[in-house]
Each structure stands twice: as structure tokens, then as C-alpha cells.
């Protein structure tokens, strides 16, 4: 029997059920399956399994690797459903394996234009599922449906010239009828964008514009002319609020990133969160993080839903060092609270907000500014526990100096009006897990990575949290103490979230590193 036809009879023997919007509304009732980016709509990266937990996760061992065989940032956070599992790879690879084993199903490799410009590697952090077709956005800034039963190509649609520096690299979001994609190139001097489209056709539905255009409230915000090059991309995946229909997708660094002289404002709507109508993109309200961002501190990391009782919540650890709790009925600002190290803001505004200091702001000659422009963390998934009622994050302490200097905009070319460089007098690089009360921003435990990490983070019902640092290791914490039970050395340090599933009972932990996704289970 050749290989092939080994595959089809594998193929054969595998149920595809279709993913229907209700699945994914109701994915707490198959705990089994991990169906969005984030584990559920609600971002909490939290799985209801816990076959694997505090008592017995020393005993957890390696049960497959998959290859990929892409070099570069392997930074997906793969699907599973019925058995089955969905990831990408560097440069728009994709893949369907048996969850069980690993073995391939199919493989889709996207032809690529050499003249690609993605900013920050050829990255893919993953696809959406809905009815019978896997979604996928690629660095030459197309959408593209794919059988998930073969891999073929359903429908594929150009977004965008990717010649002007556009491209996408986030997981896209599946909701009712829609596959919702951010696009990434902020350092290009783009305008930023939020798309929508039809998940049988590929016809775009609606767009949002994240800087605003001439006439529409906001575009006052920039000076001139400078929205038209404003950036704002929106390159990690949001989440969604059934019961009022919200969209919430979080936005990067204006552009250029480290030069305010040219784009004097708040620069809406970079570094915020906006809330859009899942039917029609349009915008019910918005919170800006850092107005007039002169640090590279896009607002892309992952905004989690929780309701603390009669309050209904959105919070985000912000790249620029603040913990922040919103009201997402409204956006209005209940709390903002240091998580790390933060010099660039000493006061803050009769709203709450955190107010820049004007020693804070870029020079030529530099200066130092805490955080760096990583952030005190970026775009690694957090994790809500619903059971401790902790936030776990991964943080960064880390300072940098910060110059500028004018520089004329291109495009397709990186427009970044500035340089950082580690700062000499800083302390050392350090990093750490850290548990956040996300109602009063108090940080009950820590444990110290020996390096910042780009690890994201996944919490069940085990008991556990289980994370990666940057030198290889795969780590079980105890939730409620941050004590370590567990570790497995992968070879490299991982830049993408765990994820847990089930299959025929039997609970595993997955995560990609290096250019393998390893998967763990017990004995």
C-alpha cells in the first residue's frame, strides 16, 4: 500500500462534523475540542479538562512531535475538532493532522511573491474553522478558505496590495456567518484595517478603518496629512461578546512608531480597543491605552471577558506596563494598574488614564524609558482561570533608550522614525509568570523565568497553568501557588500558546516550538 493511498483510507475512516456557529457559542459543552484561537469567545485560554492535574502531572510524557519543516517563528496556536487538528506553520503553511497520533492528513503550502514585507518574520498564528472549511489570512494579505477534509483551495480573496507593506499574520475569528480578520504592517506606515467576510463566499462584508479618514470622527486626532501613512494594524486576534453582539479587537502602534513630531494628537484609533457590531463593523465605542504612542507600544495583546457578578468586564495586560479593567458595556475605565516596571508615566488623568511625562518622549540624543519597546508584555496569550479568578500573563522587565530623527515616508518601505537600544544603565533582563487579581490588579504570586519569554500561557481545570520560557523548557505550575510540578526540555524556547484537547477520553497538552508542535499526555 503506498502512502497515498494510505491517507485516503485514513481520510475515509475520519468524521468531519461540520463547526457551526452554536458549536463555538457553546464550547464549554465539548471541552474535548479547542474551536477558536483563544479556546472559547471569551479570550480565557482556559480548558475545562482535568484528567491531567496538580496529582498526577509529573507523570505527563511526550506522545508525538510533528515536523513541520519551516524555519523561522513557529507561533501557532493550533484547533482540534473531533479528533482532528488544524495549525500553520511559517509562510502560510497549513496542516490537518490525526490528534491522536500526529500523522498527516493534509498539507497546503501557500505560494508566496518574492516581495513579500512582513515586519517581524513570516509568522502565522493560526486559522478559524466554521461549517466545513478552515480560514487562513497570508502574508501577501489574501483571505482564503480551504476544504477541511482535503486542504483544497475553496475560495481564495486579495484584501489589499501586500506591496505596501501589508499583510496578515493573526488567527482569524470566526462569528455567525463571518470570518474576522486584523491586518498586520504598522511599521510600513499603513492604514490600518478590520475585515469581515462572508465564510460560504468570500465576499467582504464590512471594513473597519482603524485610523479614521478625512470627515470621520477621529481623523482630527492626527496632524495634516499624517493619518493617511496613520499604521493602527490590528495583528492579534480579538474575541466576542455574545450577549450585546460585540466585537473586541484590540490595535497597534501608530506610525511612525517612535516619532510623534509630524503626528501631533492622540492618533486614534491606534493602541486601542475597539468595540464593533459583529453585523455591520460599526463602532460602539473605543478606549485608547496610549494616546500619541512615541514607544512602539501597540495594544495587541489579547483582551479577556470576565464577569465579576453583576459587572461585566473586559481587561488587558497592555504592552506599555498597566493593567487595565474596563467597563465593556461602555469602554469606561474602571482601574489601570502597573504590572511591571514603568517610568514613562508618573500621574494620571481625571478619567484614570496614565499620562505621559514629557521626559518620557524620544530625543535624538535618546533616553531611558521603562518598559522597552517589547513591552512589559506583547502579544503572547494570556490565560483567565475561572476557578482561582486569576490572570496569568508573561511578563517582560525590560528598559530601553529611545531616539528619534525625522525620516521620510516610503512606501512599502519600514517607517519607524527612530532607533532603541538596550539601556546601559538598566537593570538586566529578567522575566517572569505572574498571577493578577484582574479585579484589583494585585499580582499574588510570581515565578521568575532566567530570560523574558514569548511563551503564552494556558490555565484548566486541573489546577494548573502551563507555560514555556526562552531557554526550551515547557513548564506545569501549580495555579494557586505558582509552584512548578512539571517540566520537559523542548530544544527551544517556544513563541506561541499551549492549548489542551481530548480525544477518546484520554486529555493532551500541545504546544509549538522551535519548527515541531509537541504534544504531551499521561502514561
Not at 475569528?173 to 504592517?185: D, P, Q, S
Not at 518601505?413 to 529578567?430: D, K, M
Request: glycine content about 10%; aromatic content about 12%.
Amino acid at each position: 500500500m503506498n502512502r497515498a493511498t494510505s491517507l485516503l483510507l485514513l481520510t475515509a475512516a475520519i468524521s468531519y462534523a461540520q463547526v457551526s456557529f452554536d458549536r463555538i457559542l457553546n464550547s464549554s459543552k465539548e471541552p474535548q475540542n479547542w474551536l477558536t484561537y483563544s479556546g472559547d469567545y471569551s479570550g480565557h485560554r482556559f480548558s475545562t479538562l482535568d484528567q491531567i492535574n496538580v496529582d498526577n502531572v509529573k507523570s505527563l510524557v511526550a506522545k508525538w512531535v510533528y515536523q513541520t519543516g519551516a524555519t523561522g517563528k513557529f507561533e501557532t496556536t493550533p484547533l482540534v475538532v473531533d479528533g482532528i487538528l488544524y495549525g500553520t506553520a511559517p509562510d502560510n503553511r497549513a496542516f490537518a493532522l490525526d490528534a491522536r497520533t500526529g500523522r498527516p492528513i493534509w498539507l497546503y503550502q501557500r505560494q508566496l511573491p518574492a516581495d513579500i514585507r512582513p515586519c517581524c518574520g513570516r509568522v502565522n498564528r493560526g486559522v478559524a474553522i466554521l461549517g466545513d472549511k478552515v480560514f487562513m489570512g497570508t502574508l501577501d494579505a489574501h483571505m482564503m478558505a480551504l476544504d477541511a477534509k482535503t486542504g483544497n483551495v475553496v475560495w481564495d480573496v486579495s484584501a489589499v496590495d501586500y506591496a505596501g507593506g501589508y499583510t496578515f499574520t493573526p488567527a482569524p475569528l470566526a462569528v455567525k456567518n463571518l470570518v474576522v480578520m486584523g491586518v498586520a504592517g504598522g511599521e510600513y506606515g499603513i492604514r490600518g484595517f478590520i475585515d469581515a467576510y462572508d465564510a460560504a463566499t468570500g465576499q467582504r462584508k464590512w471594513r473597519f478603518y482603524t485610523v479614521p479618514g478625512r470627515g470621520e470622527p477621529g481623523q482630527e486626532t492626527w496632524e495634516g496629512e499624517s493619518y493617511k501613512t496613520g499604521g493602527a494594524a490590528a495583528w492579534i486576534t480579538g474575541v466576542f461578546d455574545p450577549p450585546t453582539n460585540l466585537i473586541f479587537w484590540p490595535t497597534g502602534n501608530p506610525s511612525p512608531s517612535n516619532r510623534g513630531e509630524g503626528r501631533a494628537g492622540d492618533n486614534l484609533y491606534s493602541n486601542t480597543l475597539l468595540a464593533l457590531d459583529a453585523d455591520t463593523g460599526k463602532l460602539k465605542w473605543h478606549f485608547q491605552f496610549t494616546h500619541h504612542d512615541e514607544h512602539d507600544w501597540d495594544s495587541t495583546e489579547v483582551p479577556v471577558i470576565i464577569d465579576q457578578g453583576d459587572k461585566h468586564l473586559i481587561v488587558q495586560a497592555n504592552r506599555n506596563g498597566y493593567f487595565y479593567v474596563l467597563d465593556r458595556t461602555n469602554g469606561k475605565l474602571l482601574s489601570a494598574t502597573p504590572f511591571g516596571k514603568v517610568t514613562w508615566s508618573d500621574h494620571k488623568d481625571s478619567e484614570g488614564r496614565p499620562v505621559a511625562t514629557k521626559e518620557s518622549s524620544p530625543t535624538l540624543e535618546g533616553r531611558f524609558v521603562c518598559p522597552g519597546a517589547s513591552g512589559v508584555t506583547n502579544w503572547m496569550s494570556p490565560t483567565f482561570n475561572p476557578q482561582t479568578g486569576l490572570f496569568y500573563v508573561n511578563i517582560r522587565e525590560q528598559c530601553d533608550v529611545f531616539s528619534t530623527a525625522p525620516q521620510p515616508y516610503e512606501a512599502g518601505h519600514a517607517f519607524y522614525g527612530s532607533a532603541y537600544i538596550p539601556a546601559p544603565q538598566g537593570e538586566p533582563y529578567s522575566g517572569a509568570l505572574r498571577a493578577i487579581d484582574p479585579v484589583t490588579g494585585d499580582i499574588k504570586w510570581e515565578f521568575q523565568h532566567p530570560s523574558p519569554t514569548w511563551s503564552g500561557v494556558l490555565s484548566t481545570a486541573g489546577g494548573l497553568v502551563f507555560s514555556a520560557d526562552a531557554e526550551g523548557n515547557f513548564i506545569a505550575f501549580d495555579a494557586r501557588s505558582g509552584k512548578p510540578l512539571w517540566h520537559f526540555q523542548t530544544g527551544s524556547g517556544a513563541i506561541a500558546a499551549p492549548m489542551s484537547y481530548a480525544v477518546d477520553g484520554k486529555q493532551y497538552i500541545a504546544i509549538a516550538t522551535g519548527s515541531s508542535l509537541y504534544t504531551f499526555t499521561l502514561p
